[in-house]
């Protein structure tokens, strides 16, 4: 083939616009970090860090909705714990005044504080989280319960999604807990009815009283495990979450980061090319017959 | 036996000779850096011969011809090739464009973690109903979501705008291109009638029509008597002879330009679907198949988008009912069925037999009465009002725009429940986003106006009572992240998105491997050209060694036949 200056320049010009690019691109990925940098890059791995992305952060909001449901249970879990140590309060009363050693006075001092329970058991009933009354059903806005301890909640369930198309309940009804529906038993009934019997001095008023106080702090302990039993699968599904994250983040990492060592090793090999195409150059294009002529 | 003076011939005409190939050689230097130059070369040959005693003598030499050193059929291919070079030159430079759209990279600004985004501002919501902060922050993620969609989609739009655009003024250089073969077609001919080689116009000519393919899709072809002919799609002729003629754009109903020939009679023929490469190909396939396939993909994530959403959200309740509601999609004629495709709905096609209810509450908050809506295929916005407005303690009427507005009547409110005919998704009451596609999506107004209508809840379908710790629609709609909602239920939302994206990077590494593929094809056919038309400088140096040693001799030979005369007259 025969040989022109032109061709020497056009074949030195492509290669080094080749090099240049090649460079200029290992150069933008050292830079950045990131192997892929725009779609064209890799396609297929564009598709896989958007889903890897995606994934992750859907898995930190399945971890803020679990926290979310883990307040909701643990408020829960401490009003009812502390329902359950005044029902058993009220329970310690009623046998102390049941038997025949109590008297009109002790009686009238222990209806006082019956009523104390009342009002405590009333005050926990509209516990409220952040603004909300938890035990209120749907309805969270207004207080279920007055203070005679009538309720005027729902019996809405809120739920919170833990996983994908997995959700959990996470209020206990207060019609449930404290007003017994379903088949249970009213605590405020049982604590008006305890008082009322202490008031009258009635013994066999406040002895029925008994078992009522026991099939009731048998419903409130009921509902604690029931509570603890959702806490512990939330807190399950939590670290499950944050090892699908541990996971995700490896492949996501995998999938996009530049292997630096590879990347260097690949920028020196490449100026190197750049360079040695330079000086070949130099000693081929600049010389002619025109330098030996005279 | 010839005299002296044919020494003097000889000499002379060797002196000419030598003197022009060295003018070739001068030209050829002058010429090595000129683009499509060939190199010529002076074809020297013997005149010829006296045929006198003893023999046949010589008379010197002469120019026969001066040749230009040219492959035809290499220029041939080359201009071919130059065809594909254009159309991806120029899709590898728009899709470049498009994919910068769709660059998904950076951190929080791509659509994907918008959509990620939305959904957990749902479930924050979820978690908390009355949350206003939770309530926002919805309005906010959405309002991002739907900048982003509409930006994607204005952005594509523009693209093919200015690929159409650029069809008009390739036009322009296609025209001027076509006159200048057709004059020097004309040249060319005037030269070579005369039996002379029109070497310099000849490369000229080439480079214009390699040019040309640059820019559409062109057979060339030489007659017999030097001139080109060049037909482009269709057959159409662009130069005959010394005729050439024009193309012109022309906007077409659809909007852009149609390319149309033009004949001499000055009728329009339009070739639009005729060009399939070069510059203008390029332009045409982005503007006519790649950009709207783009776009009607991202309209339809935009479409699902809305329909999801606003079908599970038309059936739920906000923080309190309604007193008054207009409907966001108006109906081109009121009397028309709302599930026929004339309806002017955009989610016509949506609706199906089935019914919803309406819940009236007075100003306590108590029930006062519910209906169910039947819905079919008969059903008009005229028949809707009165069904709607036969309900106790609300009024329905129609507006001027043909939308439905639901008022309750004195300090009334009133809720939706349970719809399972899609007819208030379909019209737009009670929904979430407004619009039909990319360009258009948007915040419902009812609830950019106030975030406390976006819906959360239900209301109870027996009862009519609501809470607003109610959740589940707000946990449905996050939770249609992770449905099967587009390509006919095959793929979730972001994976449709997601899909696109790697479809945009495939094509624009198509295009770039595409355009290195064929740069390296032109660069090697250029090589191959330049190894046989090149200007070899140290080859034109030895040529002007060559012939000035030539010419050098030449003149010895006039002076020595001079020498010859001045001893002659001495004898005398």
Do not use: C
């Not at chain 2, 030489?222 to 002729?237: A, F, Q, S, Y």
């Not at chain 2, 737009?428 to 258009?440: Q, S």
């Amino acid at each position: 083939m025969r040989i022109t200056s032109r061709i020497l320049i056009n074949n030195f010009i492509q290669g080094f616009t080749k090099n240049q690019t090649q460079i200029a691109k290992i150069q933008e990925s050292i830079a950045s970090g990131k192997r892929i940098n725009r779609p064209s890059d890799d396609p297929v791995g564009i598709t896989q860090v958007l889903s890897y992305k995606r994934t992750l952060e859907s898995l930190g909001q399945y971890k803020r909705n679990i926290d979310q449901g883990k307040n909701w249970l643990n408020i829960t879990s401490t009003a009812l714990t502390n329902l359950k140590n005044l029902v058993v309060r009220a329970n310690e009363i009623a046998i102390a005044q049941a038997s025949s050693t109590a008297d009109d006075f002790s009686r009238d001092v222990a209806a006082q504080e019956i009523q104390v329970i009342f009002d405590q058991v009333a005050q926990l009933a509209n516990t409220k989280l952040d603004n909300r009354y938890i035990f209120g059903g749907y309805k969270t806005n207004t207080a279920p319960f007055d203070s005679s301890g009538a309720y005027s909640g729902d019996d809405g369930e809120i739920k919170v999604e833990i996983s994908p198309d997995v959700s959990v309940v996470v209020n206990i009804s207060g019609n449930r807990v404290f007003k017994g529906s379903g088949g249970g038993k009213d605590i405020f009934t049982i604590l008006s009815d305890l008082k009322t019997a202490l008031e009258n001095d009635n013994s066999t008023g406040i002895a029925a009283q008994l078992g009522e106080l026991n099939s009731a702090l048998e419903q409130v302990i009921r509902e604690i495990s029931y509570a603890g039993a959702k806490i512990n699968q939330l807190e399950t599904t939590r670290e499950r979450t944050l090892d699908f994250e541990t996971e995700f983040t490896l492949l996501l990492s995998g999938t996009e980061d530049m292997d630096m060592a590879k990347a260097i090793t690949e920028l020196n090999a490449k100026q190197l090319a750049y360079e040695a195409s330079l000086a070949a150059a130099k000693r081929v294009i600049l010389q002619s017959l025109v330098d030996f002529l005279r | 036996m010839a005299g002296i003076d044919s020494i003097i011939q000889i000499g002379k005409r060797a002196l000419v000779a030598n003197k022009t190939a060295l003018d070739v050689t001068s030209h050829n230097i002058a010429n090595v850096n000129t683009e499509g130059y060939s190199r010529q070369r002076a074809v020297l040959n013997p005149t010829p011969p006296l045929d006198v005693q003893p023999g046949p003598i010589g008379t010197g030499v002469e120019i026969k011809m001066i040749e230009r050193v040219y492959d035809r059929f290499l220029g041939l291919q080359i201009t071919n090739e130059k065809q594909n070079l254009g159309r991806w030159e120029e899709l590898s430079k728009l899709y470049d464009r498009v994919e910068t759209t769709f660059t998904e990279t950076s951190e929080a600004s791509g659509l994907s973690q918008l959509m990620v985004d939305f959904w957990n501002a749902w479930y924050d919501l979820a978690n908390n109903p009355t949350g206003q902060p939770e309530r926002s922050t919805v309005r906010i993620k959405t309002e991002t979501l739907a900048n982003n969609l509409k930006q994607k989609a204005s952005e594509l739009q523009q693209i093919q705008k200015d690929s159409d655009s650029s069809i008009n003024v390739g036009i322009g250089e296609i025209n001027l291109l076509t006159k200048q073969i057709a004059i020097l077609n004309e040249k060319i001919s005037q030269i070579e009638t005369r039996g002379l080689q029109a070497n310099d116009y000849r490369d000229q000519r080439q480079n214009l029509i390699e040019e040309l393919g640059h820019w559409l899709n062109i057979t060339a072809f030489e007659n017999e008597d030097g001139k080109v002919t060049i037909l482009t799609g269709g057959g159409r002729p662009l130069v005959d002879n010394m005729t050439s003629w024009n193309l012109t754009a022309e906007k077409d109903s659809s909007g852009f330009y149609a390319v149309k020939w033009v004949d001499e009679k000055g009728n329009k023929t339009d070739i639009t679907s005729s060009i399939t490469s070069g510059k203008l190909g390029a332009w045409l396939e982005m503007r006519d198949t790649n950009l709207p396939d783009l776009l009607s993909q991202i309209n339809e994530l935009a479409a699902g988008l809305i329909k999801e959403v606003n079908r599970l959200h038309s059936q739920g309740i906000g923080l309190s009912p309604f007193t008054s509601l207009t409907s966001d999609y108006a109906v081109a004629d009121p009397a028309q069925a709302l599930s026929d495709i004339n309806s002017g709905l955009p989610f016509y096609s949506e609706i199906s037999t089935g019914s919803f209810q309406i819940w009236v509450y007075d100003n306590t908050g108590a029930v006062v009465t519910s209906a169910t809506i039947a819905i079919d295929n008969t059903t008009t916005l005229n028949s809707l009002r009165t069904a709607v407005d036969a309900v106790t303690g609300i009024t329905a009427t129609i507006n001027s725009n043909n939308t439905l507005t639901i008022t309750g009547d004195s300090g009334n409110t009133f809720a939706f429940a349970n719809d399972t005919s899609n007819a208030l998704m379909a019209l737009g009451l009670n929904t979430f986003f407004t619009g039909e596609n990319a360009l258009d999506i948007s915040l419902n107004s009812v609830i950019e106006g106030d975030t406390n209508n976006i819906a959360t809840g239900v209301v109870d379908p027996s009862t009519g009572n609501y809470g607003v710790g109610n959740n589940s629609i707000a946990l449905s709609i996050a939770a249609l992240q992770s449905k099967l909602t587009m390509s006919t239920d095959t793929v979730t939302f972001a994976e449709f998105y997601t899909n696109l994206v790697g479809y945009v990077g495939s094509k624009t590494q198509e295009a770039t491997s595409n355009l290195e593929h064929q740069e390296t094809i032109v660069n090697q056919l250029s090589n191959y050209q330049d190894s046989i038309s090149g200007v070899s400088l140290d080859e034109e140096m030895a040529n002007l060694m060559l012939f000035q040693q030539a010419y050098d001799a030449a003149a010895k030979l006039v002076t020595m036949a001079d020498e010859l005369f001045q001893t002659l007259l001495e004898m005398v």
